[in-house]
């Protein structure tokens, strides 16, 4: 399973690497000052999905297209709804608050992001059967856990510098934080907007 897990782990670390809902969010959390909490409720979410298809609801839900449907909906709202209130209220560095209200915030808002993001939903259902085999010791749960818990790892190292390289990068740019803070809302809506589009499609 050695070769397995590293090609799995190649493909994850490309994944995570490659731009998307996640940057958008930790991007607009490093503008605060809010990587931690965000990073943590992201990474929550992963689990959450990881561990409610390791226990076999994912293939039930993908067994049930209006289901698949509805949660697609339910995701893409909530990620139209983050995005305007980022386009809204843009945040830069100087206007952070660090009370612990808004840490929370940030988390509950992370594991949202990830856990109702079909697209996360899709990967475990589409990607992570290819590298199960029943050949192994472990069962199809187990490897589905342990393969999640390679992404995750993945996400944890790479998205701790996408935030806080973003917070850094335009601590001295009120403006410019301004306007890439309005993008990563903007982000957020084409994504949402393109999985509705793509799931009319289909």
Same mark, same amino acid.
């Given at each position: 399973?050695?070769?397995?897990?590293?090609?799995?782990?190649?493909?994850?670390?490309?994944?995570?690497?490659? +731009?998307?809902?996640?940057?958008?969010?930790?991007?607009?959390?490093?503008?605060?000052?809010?990587?931690?909490?965000?990073?943590?409720?992201?990474?929550?979410?992963?689990?959450?999905? @990881?561990?409610?298809?390791?226990?076999?609801?994912?293939?039930?839900?993908?067994?049930? +297209?209006?289901?698949?449907?509805?949660?697609?909906? @339910?995701?893409?709202?909530?990620?139209?709804?983050?995005?305007?209130?980022?386009?809204? %209220? $843009?945040?830069?560095?100087?206007?952070? &608050?660090?009370?612990? &209200?808004?840490?929370?915030?940030?988390?509950?808002?992370?594991?949202?992001?990830?856990?109702?993001?079909?697209? /996360?939903?899709?990967?475990?259902?589409?990607?992570? +059967? #290819?590298?199960? %085999?029943? #050949?192994? &010791?472990?069962?199809?749960?187990? #490897?589905?856990?342990?393969?999640?818990?390679?992404?995750?790892?993945?996400?944890?190292? =790479?998205? $701790?510098?996408?935030?806080?390289?973003?917070?850094?990068?335009?601590?001295?740019?009120?403006?410019?934080?301004?306007?890439?803070?309005?993008?990563?809302?903007?982000?957020? =809506?084409? =994504?949402? /907007?393109?999985?509705?589009?793509?799931?009319? @499609?289909?």
């Amino acid at each position: 399973m050695d070769s397995t897990l590293f090609g799995f782990w190649t493909l994850s670390l490309s994944l995570t690497c490659v +731009p998307g809902l996640d940057w958008a969010y930790l991007i607009s959390a490093g503008l605060q000052k809010r990587v931690l909490p965000a990073l943590c409720g992201m990474l929550l979410g992963y689990l959450l999905v @990881i561990l409610l298809v390791a226990a076999g609801l994912g293939v039930v839900i993908a067994s049930y +297209p209006p289901l698949l449907h509805l949660l697609n909906w @339910i995701g893409a709202a909530y990620l139209i709804w983050i995005g305007i209130q980022i386009i809204r %209220t $843009p945040a830069t560095v100087a206007e952070t &608050d660090l009370s612990q &209200d808004l840490g929370r915030k940030w988390l509950f808002k992370g594991i949202a992001v990830s856990g109702l993001n079909p697209k /996360v939903l899709l990967m475990f259902l589409a990607i992570v +059967p #290819q590298f199960l %085999t029943l #050949q192994s &010791d472990w069962s199809m749960a187990s #490897q589905t856990v342990l393969l999640g818990a390679l992404h995750i790892l993945n996400c944890s190292l =790479i998205y $701790p510098f996408v935030g806080i390289g973003a917070g850094i990068a335009l601590r001295h740019h009120p403006t410019l934080a301004k306007g890439i803070s309005r993008l990563s809302g903007i982000l957020m =809506i084409v =994504i949402a /907007v393109r999985m509705l589009v793509e799931q009319g @499609i289909n």
